[in-house]
């Protein structure tokens, strides 16, 4: 593709859920090790903020789905929560 081909102000397409939680893990490992300067660090920790916000988007989005498709025989709503990781243990 030609560099006429892209303009500059076409935006990257939005991570999956699962993309965005993988690169999500692998800033908090690059912070965590300890071996980032401050100028990277920052630019990590603001795109990691940026992901957190985007997961947690999705993550409600999908509860609210979730929310309209689970009804009781007489088709009212019924609220069901799944239960935490913690709880389970």
């Known amino acids: 593709m030609s560099a006429r081909g892209k303009r500059g102000d076409e935006k990257a397409p939005e ?15 690059d912070l965590e090790g300890g071996e980032v300067e401050l100028d990277r660090g920052l630019e990590l920790f603001e795109e990691g903020v940026k992901l957190s ?15 309209r498709l689970v009804r009781e025989e007489e088709g009212g709503l019924t609220l069901e929560l799944f239960p935490r990781e913690s709880d389970s243990a």
């Open 15 to 29: 991570p999956t859920f699962e993309e965005a939680l993988s690169r999500l893990e692998e800033i908090v490992g």
């Open 53 to 67: 916000r985007r997961c947690h988007e999705m993550l409600s989005a999908a509860e609210q789905r979730i929310q």
